[in-house]
């Protein structure tokens, strides 16, 4: 035999032998996975039997996972489906017991309330399957004691929630939030019924309010108490309670603290404070009492400038507009009382067209005289004298013009004969003091926004006849010692005539006018109360009248009553007597 044949040989026998131990061991694997299938189904059938269910399914499960054998196939996959719905429930009941465990260990509101609407969702799902999946679910939750669990885990859990609570009432901390959430939460079932949950929660969470609100009006601002008041309010309303007793607790705080303020006059307070209220909606908005307070009394502050307004005190019903605006827009109300005020009060009138800090004195005024609402007039530091007057349309005009330094104003008055006696031009009539007369006289006409100058005279007195013409007694300069006449012409007074009344005479003639009205000139020596003396070479001149007479030249206007002989002869005097009627020194 060659030596090629004899390898192949050598190797055939190889391949044979490594086949017949590979058959081996296929035998043998498959022997092996027959015998644990047998084995295994036969574990199961006896676990299922003994009601190990779950033990049963996974042993079925293992059996079946050796599909390279067929035992009892079928036979398996219908106990593992009878069986699914029972290893289902108990895998969900060992679930929800560890869940049970674990929520009362650690105080888990939250997995204790999951875990709660997880077995009621279970419940509700049961319900609906056939007698037999309701009876196996009822059964093991029996078998569990579910209810009894939850009733029991709840019950604690409801404890430890109210106490939380009272120690806070007692601490006054106030940081229960989350413990009044779970409270809320928590099953109905478990306080006997809804009712039952509502009227134990409510008295629990009022009195927690009474003591949180009350720790809040002592501690914290107005404003801060408000802002906490709505944060629990939203708080409430996010989680469903009603908390009835919040809103009135709160608006009787707020109406107290409101009062305390009208109770000191603080207007500006009271406003402030009842707009930080109203800014916030969830206190009541319009319906709430405080809103309905608040405007009540605003209205009253109404009432109140409508009344200053009607007793003509002006400033202090602006005034008082102007702290309301705070509440709501007022401009109105105070350009209406502003109007008023300078219809009413010419002083205000002439203050608004120089400013407020003007100091005025001898303030004059005529209504619906000139065209306008009201004219006014008066003396501006005594330097000046201011006119304005308010036309028919609000608007002002005024003017003013330049008085002589040192002048000193006896009157000021308007008067409407002096001028052209046109409507639309009043005139204004000024007396004051004169070094030469009784008087000095100034007029001023208005014409638009000019005060023209229209008469300057110095004299004793000063009438107006029918005509419109001036009549002076005794006038500095044309006419003195005379009545005289001026007339208003090219918008000024001019000297006219004078009415003489009486004769002029020498002094050596007045014996021969006994009775009858002359005009002569003396040198007074001597005066005495109403009387003077004027010496003569036979006598003196006794002059009586209601005048202060001054010694030295004078010119007199009298009536001439007779003499009396006040000394014998040889040495002769006489006293010549005259009634003096004016007199012009």
């Known amino acids: 035999m060659s030596a090629s044949m004899y390898k192949h040989s050598i190797r055939s026998r190889n391949a044979a032998a490594m086949l ?19 084995k295994l189904y036969a574990e199961a059938a006896a676990l299922q039997a003994a009601g190990n269910d779950l033990e049963a399914e996974e042993t079925y ?71 037999a999946a309701k009876k ?111 809103l009135p607790k709160l608006e009787a705080y707020a109406q107290n603290e409101l009062a305390k303020l009208l109770t000191k006059n603080d207007l500006p307070g009271f406003i402030s404070k009842a707009r930080a209220y109203q800014a916030y909606k969830e206190l009541g908005g319009s319906s709430s009492k405080v809103t309905a307070y608040v405007q009540t009394n605003i209205r009253k502050q109404f009432d109140r400038a409508e009344q200053l307004m009607a007793s003509r005190k002006f400033t202090d019903a602006i005034a008082l507009y102007n702290v309301l605006d705070k509440y709501q827009d007022t401009q109105k109300e105070v350009s ?29 005024s005529a209504k619906a005289a000139g065209g306008a609402k009201l004219l006014a007039a008066g003396l501006l530091d005594n330097k000046a004298i201011v006119m304005a007057r308010l ?8 003017a003013q013009a330049e008085l002589d330094k040192g002048l000193t104003i006896k009157s000021v008055q308007w008067s409407e004969q002096l001028g052209d006696g046109k409507p639309d031009t009043p005139s204004l009539l000024i007396e004051a003091a004169s070094k030469n007369r009784k008087t000095r006289y100034i007029a001023y006409e208005v014409k638009a926004t000019q005060l023209r100058k229209i008469l300057d005279i110095e004299a004793d007195k000063m009438d107006i006849d029918r005509s419109g013409t001036i009549v002076f ?39 021969n006018h006994k009775n009858e009205k002359v005009r002569f000139q003396v040198t007074i020596t001597s005066v005495e109360d109403n009387k ?49 009627t004016d007199v012009a020194q």
């Open 20 to 38: 017949l131990a590979f058959m081996l061991c296929l035998a043998a694997y498959k022997g092996y996975n027959s015998w644990m299938k047998t």
């Open 61 to 131: 499960t293992r059996a079946q996972n050796i599909n390279s054998i067929k035992y009892k196939d079928s036979e398996t996959a219908e106990a593992l489906a009878a069986l699914r719905p029972v290893t289902d429930l108990k895998r969900y009941f060992g679930a929800l017991e560890g869940d049970l465990a674990a929520a009362n260990e650690a105080n888990d509101i939250n997995l204790l309330l999951k875990s709660y609407e997880s077995f009621q969702t279970k419940a509700a799902e049961m319900a609906a399957q056939n007698e």
């Open 136 to 246: 196996r679910f009822a059964d093991m939750a029996a078998a569990n004691k579910i209810d009894e669990r939850f009733t029991e885990i709840f019950t604690g859990s409801k404890q430890k929630l109210i106490q939380s609570l009272e120690a806070d009432i007692s601490k006054k901390t106030f940081d229960s939030d989350n413990a009044i959430i779970y409270l809320q939460q928590l099953p109905a079932a478990f306080f006997t019924d809804e009712k039952t949950k509502k009227q134990q929660l409510n008295k629990l969470l009022e009195r927690y309010d009474q003591a949180r609100l009350d720790t809040l009006f002592k501690n914290k601002t107005y404003e801060e108490v408000l802002k906490d008041g709505v944060r629990i309010r939203k708080f409430y309303d996010s989680n469903g309670i009603e908390a009835a007793w919040l």
């Open 336 to 364: 209406n009382a502003e109007q008023l005020w300078l219809e009413s009060d010419p002083l205000q009138l002439l203050r608004k067209t120089v400013g407020n800090e003007a100091k005025f004195t001898n303030v004059v």
């Open 391 to 398: 036309l028919t349309d609000q608007k002002i005009e005024t």
């Open 473 to 511: 007694d005794n006038p500095a300069g044309d006419g003195a010692g005379r009545k005289a006449y001026y007339e208003y012409r090219d918008n000024k007074y001019v000297f006219a005539k004078t009415n003489v009344d009486f004769i002029d005479i020498p002094l050596t003639e007045l014996t």
């Open 532 to 580: 003077a003396i004027a010496q003569l070479s036979n006598g003196y001149i006794t002059l009586s009248g209601k005048f202060k007479f001054k010694t030295g030249p004078a010119t007199i206007t009298g009536t001439y009553t007779g003499l009396e002989e006040v000394r014998k002869p040889p040495s002769q005097l006489y006293e010549y007597k005259v009634t003096v």
